[in-house]
């Protein structure tokens, strides 16, 4: 089993969480998503995933692409521990969370999106950064506003295990610390943030702890 991906790769590090939750450990093969215009753009890589994004999991030589459905997958091969609740609704709140984020939030704060921007359609890094904090903070205020007033949250974003809303969630809000942006308004999330925090899993998924992070590429 391989693991494409990047360090700061949001939908990597969704993956990576996944993985150590299930106890599972894939050869991690690093794809530099800047170095020379992008590793993820070479005809290498595009024949493994078309699209040119990463994470791609690869079993025996099948490639699956899509950090939710990678997840989802690895959660009906590796049943335990569950990453999705008991129960029809809890189910479908923890896939409404992954969604919201997977779907509304990140990809239009996507690299690529914020590389057309500057590059392409000219903006400025301000205009940029503008772009970025606008539609991140709009999501995750809307978030905070659901797990608040969720009756059936517990430690974690539904009920006291880790499920794929978390695996979501923890990236995301790396991200937005690494454009420093104020998360005062989303005090749940923060919480639940530090509660994953203290689980293994998500202790080795973290960018810093990648072979691939800056500080720790062996040249």
């Known amino acids: 089993m391989q693991l494409y991906g990047y360090w700061r790769s949001t939908a990597a590090y969704r993956v990576r969480i996944a993985c150590g939750l299930k106890g599972l450990s894939p050869t991690l093969v690093p794809v530099h998503l800047v170095r020379d215009g992008g590793e993820q753009r070479a005809a290498a890589y595009l024949a493994v995933n078309p699209l040119g994004l990463v994470p791609t999991l690869v079993v025996d030589g099948r490639p699956l692409t899509q950090s939710l459905a990678i997840i989802e997958w690895l959660d009906e091969q590796y049943p335990a521990p569950p990453l999705l609740p008991a129960g029809a609704w809890a189910r479908a709140q923890a896939r409404e969370i992954a969604q919201l984020i997977a779907c509304d939030i990140h990809p239009v704060d996507n690299l690529r999106v914020l590389q057309y921007l500057g590059g392409t359609l000219g903006a400025s890094e ?18 905070e506003s659901m797990l608040a007033a969720n009756p059936s949250r517990g430690h974690f974003c539904c009920g006291d295990t880790p ?57």
Request: proline content about 7%.
């Open 126 to 143: 301000e205009q940029t950064r503008a772009w970025y904090r606008h539609w991140l903070v709009t999501g995750l205020e809307a978030l």
């Open 163 to 219: 499920t794929v809303a978390d695996l979501c969630l923890v990236p995301q809000l790396y991200n937005a610390r690494r454009f420093e942006i104020d998360l005062a308004s989303c005090p749940t999330l923060v919480a639940i943030d530090a509660t994953c925090a203290s689980l293994a899993a998500f202790q080795q998924a973290a960018p810093a702890a990648q072979p691939d992070a800056p500080d720790r590429v062996v040249t």
